[in-house]
């Protein structure tokens, strides 16, 4: 058996969106901002190409989120996105 023998790994790419809500789920539990913020700024980007209306929507939560100041007003915001998802 060489390289090659069997059949093709398919990877799957989560959609943006879901890859977006695993990582407000994290921020929305913990209520830190970490590095999270820099995955979701990438999905938003992604998600502008299917569906801008929807990115620009959650892009500006999103940045409501980033001046979020506390953990209680993080756990908020990050609920309240994902409420629209």
């Known amino acids: ?3 090659g023998d ?3 790994v398919v990877v799957t790419v989560p959609p943006a969106v879901e890859s977006i809500k695993k ?4 921020v929305a539990e913990s209520g830190a901002i970490g590095s999270e913020m820099m995955a979701i700024d990438n999905e938003l980007v992604k998600l502008a190409v299917d569906d ?3 990115a620009a929507s959650v ?3 999103f940045e409501q989120l980033k001046a979020a100041k506390g953990p209680a007003a993080v756990k908020a915001k990050a609920k309240e996105i994902l409420s629209t998802l």
């Open 1 to 3: 058996m060489g390289c």
């Open 6 to 8: 069997g059949p093709p």
């Open 23 to 26: 990582n407000l789920e994290s």
């Open 52 to 54: 801008a209306a929807k």
């Open 59 to 61: 892009k500006a939560m």
